[in-house]
C-alpha cells in the first residue's frame, strides 16, 4: 500500500471514529435516581428543586429536594440560581465531611418558580 493510500484510510478511520463517539454521546443518558438512593462513587442524575443557595468565590453549593432527601451540589462555577426552580443534575455521589453531595459536571433548568 503506497503512502498516499494509507493516509486516506487513516483519515477515514479517524473520521468515522469521531462520528461514532459523537453518536455514543448523544445516546448516552443517565438514568434519573431519588436521592435516597444514591450510592457513593456512583454518576448519577437527579431532578429537584432547587432549596438553597450559597456562593462562594468560584464554587457555588446548591441544596436540592427530589421530594425523598435533600442533598448538596457542588459547582465548580459561580451561577445564579433561584429558590423554588426545578433543575437536572448530573455528577459523582461525593463525600464531604461525612456526608453524601455531588460533585456536578452538568446541570439543567427544567422550570422557573
Same mark, same amino acid.
Given at each position: 500500500m503506497n503512502e498516499k493510500n494509507l493516509l486516506n484510510v487513516s483519515v477515514v478511520c479517524a473520521?468515522?471514529? =469521531?462520528? =461514532?463517539?459523537?453518536?455514543?454521546?448523544?445516546?448516552?443518558?443517565?438514568?434519573?435516581?431519588? =436521592?435516597?438512593?444514591?450510592?457513593?462513587?456512583?454518576?448519577?442524575?437527579?431532578?429537584?428543586?432547587?432549596?438553597?443557595?450559597?456562593?462562594?468565590?468560584?464554587?457555588?453549593?446548591?441544596? =436540592?429536594d427530589d421530594g425523598s432527601e435533600n442533598i448538596e451540589v457542588f459547582l465548580d462555577k459561580n451561577v445564579n440560581f433561584q429558590k423554588n426552580m426545578e433543575v437536572s443534575v448530573e455528577g459523582k455521589v461525593t463525600e464531604y465531611k461525612g456526608r453524601k453531595q455531588i460533585t456536578a459536571s452538568k446541570i439543567g433548568i427544567i422550570s422557573m418558580p
Open positions: 473520521i468515522a471514529g =469521531i462520528a =461514532i463517539l459523537l453518536l455514543v454521546q448523544t445516546k448516552f443518558e443517565y438514568e434519573t435516581t431519588k =436521592i435516597k438512593d444514591l450510592e457513593m462513587g456512583d454518576f448519577v442524575k437527579i431532578t429537584g428543586k432547587v432549596v438553597s443557595e450559597k456562593e462562594y468565590d468560584s464554587v457555588t453549593i446548591l441544596m =436540592i
